[in-house]
């Protein structure tokens, strides 16, 4: 595990440290909240099968701001049936040789990033976790092993700077669950089918990546228009959400250029797997949200509900 997070933290830093962000808020282009939809989200009761949500990111700096998208984010929390846990597969845990859980009572608060404001870093997100249903993942999954972290990991920012806004209170328990690297993406959209049973139980189970991510060619300022390339993948990943296309959102994602420049490397595509794969032949794909930030970040984000 040290030796994970010790290629966690290189792998952020070379993602994360960008100049100009520094107390800086994020421009959002073509930001669409739906809000027939969030409006038309019932609170029910947790004993209903949970819906599963994709959640973009973006920024560290997400949890600090106040603008269209944070305000969807709030919004759903308000909306969307009241979750007994909350499992969620980050961009930013990743493992390699294993998939862990995490099952210690109090997950720590992960600054995993540097060269932000101060006020980023004093944010803690003090949620309970869950053991007993870290211990009863591990016994219902048998293939693969899902290994018990019980004290190296936490909720890293990938997670709770969407909790943040979502459910403030940090008053239902959330777990995380690394992604094995060493696997190829057949792998994640699997297990993600493993865990699918878990939404009958009160689980709501959360991806967060970008679907669209591309660092090294963001633009700057209010008037940065979304890259051609970026427009082009996200629309081809909307489409094929509607229709369902499962097999080619785990296939064919690094086929054209313009989703080979939008996932440069695959640890934001991925939570989208787990996500389609915990997702119902029946579940519909409903977008919160969509738009292109700073040229290259896709946040769009989808909800699948029967």
């Known amino acids: 595990m040290d030796l994970i997070i010790k290629r966690m933290s290189q792998r952020i830093s070379r993602r994360l440290i960008i100049q100009g962000l520094l107390g800086t808020s994020i421009p959002l282009s073509l930001g669409l909240i739906g809000k027939e939809l969030i409006m038309n989200l019932n609170q029910t009761p947790s004993t209903t099968q949970m819906p599963v949500l994709f959640f973009a990111h973006g920024s560290p700096m997400l949890t600090l701001e106040n603008n269209a998208f944070t305000k969807m984010l709030a919004k759903t929390g308000e909306n969307l049936p009241i979750p007994k846990f909350i499992l969620c597969i980050s961009a930013h845990w990743e493992s390699r040789g294993g998939t862990w859980v995490t099952g210690m009572d109090h997950p720590k608060t992960i600054h ?65 669950l690394s992604m094995d690297m060493s696997q190829p993406p057949e792998y ?116 699948f509900q029967g």
């Open 188 to 303: 994640h959209y699997r297990l993600g089918q493993a865990l699918a049973s878990l939404r009958k139980q009160g689980v709501l189970i959360i991806g967060s990546g970008n679907i669209v991510h591309n660092l090294r060619l963001v633009q700057w300022g209010k008037n940065a228009k979304p890259a051609a390339w970026a427009i082009e993948f996200d629309e081809w990943v909307k489409e094929r959400l509607i229709n369902r296309d499962d097999k080619s959102l785990v296939s064919d994602f690094l086929k054209t250029t313009a989703g080979q420049t939008s996932i440069p490397t695959p640890e934001h595509y991925l939570p989208l797997l787990y996500i389609l794969g915990a997702a119902g032949p029946k579940d519909q794909a409903q977008f919160l949200y969509e738009g292109i930030d700073m040229s290259a970040l896709s946040m769009r984000t989808v909800l």
């Open 112 to 176: 995993d990033f540097y060269g932000f404001p101060d006020e980023l870093y004093a944010v803690e997100y003090p949620a309970p976790g869950s053991p007993t249903l870290a211990h009863q993942i591990q016994k219902e999954i048998t293939s693969p092993t899902i290994n018990i972290d019980e004290n190296k990991w936490g909720l890293d920012h990938g997670t709770w700077t969407v909790l943040r806004h979502v459910y403030p209170k940090a008053n239902i328990p959330v777990l995380q």
